[in-house]
Nanobody
Framework: QVQLAESGGGLVQPGGSLTLSCEAS????????MGWYRQAPGKERELVAR????????EYTDSVKGRFTISRDNHKDTLFLQMNGLKPEDSAVYYC???????????WGNGTLVTVST
């Protein structure tokens, strides 16, 4: 059974940093591209960043370019999202997903809440 477990969310002030982690189990992690998505209240879930199997291809949504860094450790079956320069509009539930697109798999984590506020 595939499980994706996110952690690292929390409350942070504008301009602060957080690092999210997603630990995978029940799957051969290195065979999957991985992605981070987020969903704010009243909004649709959107792609934040995605990374190919061996990190050769990485993409970011425009609003996080230069501030967020996605990475993975295939030896530890873990996906990361380093978030710097956080803004209130980054507040959302962040989800880990297995696959380059959402149609690739239905493997999602339960999400971790990030709140950027004074």
């Amino acid at each position: 059974q595939v499980q994706l477990a996110e952690s690292g969310g929390g409350l942070v002030q504008p301009g602060g940093s957080l690092t999210l982690s997603c630990e995978a189990s029940g799957m051969t992690f290195a065979r999957f591209a991985m992605g981070w998505y987020r969903q704010a209240p009243g909004k649709e879930r959107e792609l934040v960043a995605r990374i190919s199997h061996f990190s050769e291809n990485i993409e970011y949504t425009d609003s996080v370019k230069g501030r967020f860094t996605i990475s993975r450790d295939n030896h530890k079956d873990t996906l990361f999202l380093q978030m710097n320069g956080l803004k209130p509009e980054d507040s959302a539930v962040y989800y880990c997903h297995a696959g380059w697109t959402t149609s690739a798999t239905d493997f999602w984590g339960n999400g971790t809440l990030v709140t950027v506020s004074t």
